[in-house]
């Protein structure tokens, strides 16, 4: 069929179903977290407390409309998506079984996770060497413009990156004394993700059949001469895929990080200092 006989169906039909939504075909993607540390061959008598990572807290502070009209979810704030989706509990849980999975490949033993630090009873204060204490600031910095709408159609492309800070500290638990503290600029670690969206214009005018019909027959036109390009014809939204795979690298860079600062014989420099604190604190 010739490109004069798809625009004439296509106006047909478009006036006879009139003004019905197109669905958007939402792109996910899966959080997989994982890092593999190397497994020291040495053992050692200290025992690590791990107190759960925790994210400082969020406030969206990102408008619900436009010009008057409501934004659709696709222009949604990343950090609300992510604060409000299961993005931050699954990671929180993730990063405190990746602290304990480092701590004993490198040979030592752990209690907990934690949910807090007062958690941690005295009697296990007392019995391990020190507590690590971490927690996380992280941020989606979104560089989008307005949607660009044309007619019954509208486009956003833009980018996101991660930012904030993570850190951790080691302190002696029946103290509080501080041995180290380490602190990952996560703008350090270079993560940025594109995404793209296609949808209705809310502020189309939906009365406008033939306005309708014409738009569409149009997108047939476009979709069947694209052969293989990117198809604008249907509406899509990668923007849930591109932050699952953004919240994967983050795990795997930051986890990294972390493995490279927690050194056993830095760990274990701080011994003798540990040891006196504890005497006197029973004492």
Avoid: W
């Amino acid at each position: 069929m010739n490109l004069k006989g798809i625009f004439s169906l296509t106006l047909v039909f478009s006036l006879l179903t009139g003004c019905v939504a197109a669905p958007i075909e939402r792109q996910t993607g899966e959080l997989d977290l994982k890092y593999n540390s190397e497994r020291s061959s040495k053992t050692h008598v200290q025992t690590i407390a791990i107190v759960s990572p925790k994210f400082a807290e969020y406030e969206s502070a990102q408008p619900t409309s436009y010009n008057g009209l409501p934004i659709p979810r696709v222009t949604a704030d990343f950090n609300q998506r992510f604060y409000q989706g299961n993005y931050a509990a699954t990671l929180e849980s993730a990063l405190g079984q990746g602290f304990q999975k480092l701590i004993t490949d490198k040979g030592f033993r752990f209690v907990g996770p934690y949910q807090s630090f007062d958690e941690i009873t005295y009697t296990d204060k007392r019995d391990t060497y020190l507590a690590i204490i971490p927690s996380l600031d992280l941020k989606f910095s979104k560089a989008a413009a307005q949607p660009n709408c044309s007619g019954a159609r509208c486009v956003e492309e833009g980018s996101f990156a991660i930012s904030g800070d993570f850190s951790f500290k080691l302190v002696e638990p029946l103290t509080m004394q501080t041995f180290m503290t380490k602190r990952i600029s996560l703008q350090d670690l270079g993560i940025s993700k594109e995404y793209r969206a296609i949808f209705d214009n809310p502020g189309h005018n939906k009365n406008d059949l033939v306005g309708l019909a014409l738009n569409t027959a149009f997108e047939q036109i476009e979709k069947a001469s694209n052969q293989g390009k990117v198809d604008n014809s249907k509406n899509i939204d990668t923007s849930d895929k591109v932050l699952a795979e953004a919240v994967n690298e983050f795990y795997a860079a930051a986890m990294g990080r972390i493995d490279t600062y927690l050194t056993p014989e830095e760990i274990l420099s701080f011994s003798r200092d540990v040891e006196a604190l504890k005497d006197r604190k029973r004492y």
